[in-house]
């Protein structure tokens, strides 16, 4: 079973930067298409920014310019940089790892809190 683990979630003022990681086990993690969603307090669960396995990378409006994803396949990681953090950013950010089978593995998601 492909295990999908975040961290580096935490409380954090206006401004302020995280990153985030989200580790995939198993061998096939150079192959899957990886991607960070978040579900704000009472808001649907929205997709932040994925990458494919070529790199190619794909960020929703609200996030350009400030958050980046990037992944290392040598240490099975996919990062999500967050800068110019605001307190419409808190929420659950959730990793999710897509196979080329279609079959999709999600973490049980880092909480990020943006203090004003």
């Known amino acids: 079973q492909v295990q999908v683990v975040e961290s580096g979630g935490g409380l954090v003022q206006a401004g302020g930067s995280l990153r985030l990681s989200c580790a995939v086990s198993g061998s096939f993690f150079s192959i899957y298409t990886m991607a960070w969603h978040r579900q704000g307090p009472g808001k649907q669960r929205e997709l932040v920014a994925s990458i494919t396995k070529s790199g190619n990378t794909m960020l929703a409006d609200s996030m350009k310019g400030r958050f980046a994803i990037s992944r290392d396949n040598a240490k099975n990681t996919v990062y999500l940089q967050m800068n110019s953090l605001n307190p419409e950013d808190t929420a659950i950010y959730y990793c999710?790892?897509?196979?080329?089978?279609?079959?999709?593995?999600w973490g049980k998601g880092t909480l990020v809190t943006v203090s004003s």
């Open positions: 999710n790892a897509k196979a080329p089978t279609g079959i999709e593995y």
